[in-house]
């Protein structure tokens, strides 16, 4: 799709293509594979106004741009990180031992487990470390869970939000009609 392109553009290094919206949530990902299950948080993020910034940060090829990524996170203005990985997914889990942002985990299906693997990497966390983990390959929840954080103190993204539930809603008595006519 468009926006996948658009997605692959920006975590390339190359300008964001919506500089108007200050990032707001950062989506990462182990790997650039990813890219295809991840793209649905940036889109869902951006239909409600919310700005992203979308890059490949890997906790087990790269542990210093982990290291560098989760750390600056707060002070460089995001309130909220989505991280997605599959296989020995370790990148949500060590983002949020270094954050104190609110981390959402996405866990990737790969060819083998289907993503079995991942949702358990991601969801047996300690506590004390919290991740919050969406259905195995289901990033555009982690786009709506991100937009609820920032509606939480935003509340023209609170506003959407409930738009996009009755709309939801919409959908499903229109089809329970239609089927019962
Ligand atoms: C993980 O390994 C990544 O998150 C990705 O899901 C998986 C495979 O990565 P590639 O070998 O495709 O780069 O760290």
Redesign the pocket.
């Known amino acids: 799709t468009a926006r996948l392109e658009q997605v692959l553009t920006i975590a390339s290094g190359e300008p964001d293509a919506k500089p108007d919206l200050p990032p707001l949530v950062g989506i990462i ?3 650039d ?2 890219l295809p299950t991840m793209a649905a948080a940036a889109e869902t993020l951006e239909s409600f106004g919310v700005g992203v910034e979308v890059t490949v940060v ?1 906790a ?1 090829r790269t542990p210093e741009r982990m290291f560098e990524y989760a750390r600056s996170a707060a002070s460089r203005g995001l309130r909220c990180i989505i991280a997605g ?3 020995a ?1 370790h990148l949500p889990g060590m983002v949020a031992s270094m954050t104190p942002l609110p981390v959402i985990g996405v866990p ?1 299906p ?1 060819k083998h487990l289907d993503g079995v693997d991942s949702v358990h990497s991601i969801l047996q966390m300690p506590k004390g470390v919290p991740v919050a983990t969406v259905a195995i390959g289901n990033s555009t929840n982690a786009g709506l869970l991100a937009a609820r954080i920032v509606g939480a103190y935003q509340p023209e993204v609170l506003v959407q939000m409930e738009e996009y539930q009755a709309d939801m809603k919409t959908v499903v008595t229109d089809k329970a009609e239609k089927m019962e006519t």
Do not use: I, P, R
Request: no cysteine; charged share 10%; aromatic share 0%.
């Open positions: 990902m182990g790997s594979s990813d890997s087990h990985a599959g296989g997914a990737v790969l």
